[in-house]
Nanobody, 115 residues
């Protein structure tokens, strides 16, 4: 099993920055990709960014140029640096760890961007 603990959410004004962290523990050797997803009220959960074990990244079009995903393999931690935040970025952000046959999710961290 894999446990994921997120931190770093909060309230920020439009144009501001936040950095989310996701620390993984347990069977981390089985993880081949980690990522961040978000879910706004009344909307479906959507992908924000992913990063593979090899360091390949993918970012949703809506966050390209503003958000950056990165990982520290020694610490089993994934980060999401969010700059130039917009009110439409307001959502609960979830960390995801993908193994061959199963996904694990963190508990979520709230990000609120005020206009």
């Amino acid at each position: 099993q894999v446990q994921l603990v997120e931190s770093g959410g909060g309230l920020v004004q439009a144009g501001g920055s936040l950095r989310l962290s996701c620390a993984a523990s347990g069977s981390t050797f089985s993880i081949y990709r980690m990522g961040w997803y978000r879910q706004a009220p009344g909307k479906q959960r959507e992908l924000v960014a992913t990063i593979t074990n090899g360091g390949n990244t993918d970012h949703a079009d809506s966050v390209k140029g503003r958000f950056t995903i990165a990982r520290d393999n020694a610490k089993n931690t994934v980060y999401l640096q969010m700059n130039s935040l917009k009110p439409e970025d307001t959502a609960v952000y979830y960390c995801n760890a993908r193994l061959v046959k199963i996904n694990y999710w963190g508990q979520g961290t709230q990000v609120t961007v005020s206009s």
